[in-house]
């Protein structure tokens, strides 16, 4: 099984809400992205509302030709705008007002009674959940447990280690795909990934998609953003075809 790209446009809004006007568009982002290569489009409302908007969403909604990916927190203010809007996927992440970007997975197995709730409200209103979770058997038992379809392994340890940390690292990443995907649960992956690290990630056969922004905006900046998305889907693609990676050994 290939890896498709699923493309986060957050920081397209980040640029815009720096002046609070109507550009960059939010909604132009994600028709390039689409055109070049996503499989589809991923958006964070933040409680704090420091990029992506409600409007955004709502939009979204309506002009994503893709899977439109709604990464959200379990407060129930963000919980109720998600069953309002009902996006293709809900992607249940941990939030903390004072972080730069998010900085772990969700505790799943810690807030179980929750996270199942929250879960099947949204599984009621049509929309597939999957959980941001560390690499972790516990975590991945408690997705299982909480009814949520797939799960989104956090890639940052991984992403951000050196040589035999990485290894390390990405041994853990492949255990819980394939763990995970023997219990039956989907598999995604996404945090930190960009153009030199994305090919073993892509390369792990259970690894359905990759959701991936900040380096794709950053690359964008020089290059486009239908260039940027277009390098990065080739990558992705082509993940199979070299075992250059000594880590994937």
């Known amino acids: 099984m290939k890896s498709i790209l699923g493309v986060n446009i957050d920081h397209v809004a980040t640029v815009r809400e720096a002046r609070k006007g109507a550009m960059p568009e939010i909604v132009t982002a994600a028709g390039i992205a689409e055109q070049s290569g996503a499989h589809g489009i991923t958006i964070h409302l933040r409680q704090d509302r420091r990029h992506i908007q409600d409007r955004d969403l709502a939009i979204l909604k309506q002009v994503v030709h893709s899977k439109l990916n709604l990464e959200m927190s379990i407060t129930e203010e963000i919980v109720l705008i998600a069953l309002a ?39 009621d209103g049509g929309t597939l959940v999957s959980l941001f979770i560390d690499p972790e058997i516990r975590q991945i038992d408690a997705a299982r447990e909480a009814g949520a379809r797939y799960i989104e392994l956090h890639t940052g340890a991984y992403a951000n280690a050196r040589w035999a940390d990485k290894v390390r690292e990405y041994r853990k990443l492949v255990e819980a795909a394939t763990y995970a995907s023997s219990i039956g649960l989907g598999v995604n992956a996404g945090h930190g990934l960009d153009y030199h690290n994305v090919q073993p990630v892509a390369a792990i056969p259970e690894v359905e998609e ?23 889907a080739d990558l992705i693609d082509r993940a199979g075809e070299s075992q250059k990676w000594p880590w994937t050994v």
């Open 85 to 123: 809007t009902c996006p293709d996927q809900a992607t249940l992440v941990p939030e903390n007002r004072q972080e730069v970007t998010t900085e772990g997975g969700l505790d799943a197995a810690g807030q179980l009674e929750r996270v199942r709730e929250v879960t099947h409200r949204l599984a």
């Open 210 to 232: 990759l959701n991936i922004g900040h380096s794709i905006i950053g690359r964008a900046i020089f290059a486009g953003l239908a260039v940027a998305v277009r390098e990065m």
